[in-house]
């Protein structure tokens, strides 16, 4: 199974976006499903994540209260729904599955990632 990660683009601040991620080939398989995202000049850091089952759901404190991930109940998708974007949500984001919250070192599976643009 691969993951695919999609929906990203240039957007003004205080826009929304949403960005969605298929397991091509088949359906998640592991028991978190979520969101990474590396801003250019700096390190890869956890956005959001869920159970397998679409909850409990987990937030980094700079997407807590504006983004919100989910998944479709055909189970081989989730998305990441993103508002009052800022500039510096600039990164390329990457749909993981994992075998933890919110280590980096818990994934298993990156998708390809997807390139947001915040423009002030």
């Known amino acids: 199974v691969q993951l695919q990660a999609y929906g990203g683009g240039m957007v003004q601040a205080g826009d929304s976006l949403r960005l969605s991620c298929e397991a091509s080939g088949g359906t998640f398989t592991s028991n978190y499903l979520g969101w990474f995202r590396r801003a250019p000049g700096k390190e890869r850091e956890f956005v959001a994540s869920m159970r397998w089952r679409g909850s409990p759901t987990y937030y980094a404190e700079t997407a807590r209260g504006r983004f919100t991930i989910s998944r479709s109940s055909a189970k081989n998708k989730m998305y990441l729904q993103m508002n009052s974007l800022k500039p510096e949500d600039t990164a390329v984001y990457y749909c993981?599955?994992?075998?933890?919250?919110?280590?980096?070192?818990?994934?298993?599976?990156w998708g390809q990632g997807t390139l947001v643009t915040v423009s002030s």
């Open positions: 993981v599955e994992s075998n933890g919250e919110r280590r980096e070192s818990d994934v298993v599976s």
